[in-house]
């Protein structure tokens, strides 16, 4: 699906078209994740418990730095 990046105030964004906010479940004011991957960006719908993992995972990350540099290691 092709869509075009249009003014919006001072920023610009991207209009979805009604259609594809219904296949994904979505309305106004709903959150989105862009998630960049190999062939490009995807954009998701937010998942709270998604969200609560990845924040327990990257307070993990950041606290025993040393400890995954190590294991990534051997």
């Known amino acids: 699906m092709k ?3 249009t003014t919006i105030g001072n920023s610009a ?3 979805l078209p009604k259609e594809l906010l219904a296949r994904l479940r979505l ?3 709903d959150t989105l994740y862009a998630v960049e991957t190999p062939d490009g960006l995807r954009l998701t719908a ?6 609560a993992q990845m924040e327990v995972a990257e307070r993990v990350m950041r606290e025993d730095r ?9």
Do not use: C, F, M, Q
């Not at 040393?66 to 051997?74: D, I």
């Open 27 to 29: 309305d106004k004011g």
């Open 13 to 15: 964004g991207v209009i």
């Open 46 to 51: 937010y998942d709270p418990e998604l969200a």
């Open 3 to 5: 869509l075009k990046i």
């Open 66 to 74: 040393t400890l995954l540099r190590k294991l990534a290691g051997s």
